[in-house]
């Protein structure tokens, strides 16, 4: 089992800045696939940005050059950095790990809101 502990959401206005964290309780080397997921209300889940053990990325094409996935192997954590903040960006973010000794089994945070307002 992983526990993801998820922070960093919060109210914004439209251009600002918000920093998502995403603490696991082991180790991420044993990740090979690092995802960040947003549900807005009334939709369905969308991936927003990917990181593989590799360090490739992938991103939603709404959020290219405004989000960054990264991670910090010392604190066993990955980050969202979300840059010029639009009100379509509201959502509940969730992170999402998949072991490297599993290709079905991922790992689900508890999300954590995000608000743009205009």
């Known amino acids: 089992q992983v526990q993801l502990v998820e922070s960093g959401g919060g109210l914004v206005q439209a251009g600002g800045s918000l920093r998502l964290s995403c603490a696991a309780s082991r180790s991420i080397f044993s990740f090979n696939l690092m995802r960040w997921y947003r549900q807005a209300p009334g939709k369905q889940r969308e991936l927003v940005a990917s990181l593989t053990n590799g360090g490739n990325t992938n991103y939603l094409d709404s959020v290219k050059g405004r989000f960054t996935i990264s991670r910090d192997n010392a604190k066993d954590s990955v980050y969202l950095q979300m840059n010029n903040l639009k009100p379509e960006d509201t959502a509940v973010y969730y992170c999402?790990?998949?072991?490297?000794?599993?290709?079905?089994?991922?790992?689900w945070g508890q999300g954590t809101q995000v608000t743009v307002s205009s």
């Open positions: 999402n790990v998949r072991p490297i000794t599993s290709l079905t089994t991922t790992y």
